[in-house]
């Protein structure tokens, strides 16, 4: 089993930032894709960000490419997520998820996510 709590998010002003941390205990976190996930008030879940276990390989959605970027350190079993320039639009409960992969793939759809955080909101004003 593997435990995830994401912390780090909050209130920001329109092209502010914020960095979202993803901490991970219970199993070595070292050989886990992971994913970053939204969802907005009556939309869908969205993946806005992935990263395979080495952190060679990223993903991001179009919508936040060159605004956000995602990292880890797995010596300290925390996956992050680096928002910049931030836009009312991206104000959503944000989830961290984690797959055992040791193939070095990343994943951006839900279902392939076995591990889920509890989430943390993030609220950008205009």
């Known amino acids: 089993q593997v435990q995830l709590v994401e912390s780090g998010g909050g209130l920001v002003q329109a092209g502010g930032s914020l960095r979202l941390s993803c901490a991970a205990s219970?199993?070595?976190?070292?050989?886990?894709?992971v994913g970053w996930f939204r969802q907005a008030p009556g939309k869908e879940r969205e993946c806005v960000a992935a990263i395979n276990w080495s952190g060679g390989m990223t993903y991001y959605r179009d919508s936040v490419k060159g605004r956000f970027t995602i990292s880890r350190d797995n010596a300290k079993n925390t996956v992050y997520l680096q928002m910049n320039s931030l836009k009312p639009e991206d104000t959503a409960v944000y989830y961290c998820?984690?797959?055992?992969?040791?193939?070095?793939?990343?994943?951006?759809?839900?279902?392939?996510?076995?591990?889920w955080g509890q989430g943390t909101h993030v609220t950008v004003s205009s």
């Open positions: 219970g199993r070595t976190f070292s050989r886990y894709a």
């Open positions: 998820a984690a797959v055992s992969d040791p193939s070095g793939s990343y994943y951006t759809q839900g279902y392939d996510y076995h591990y």
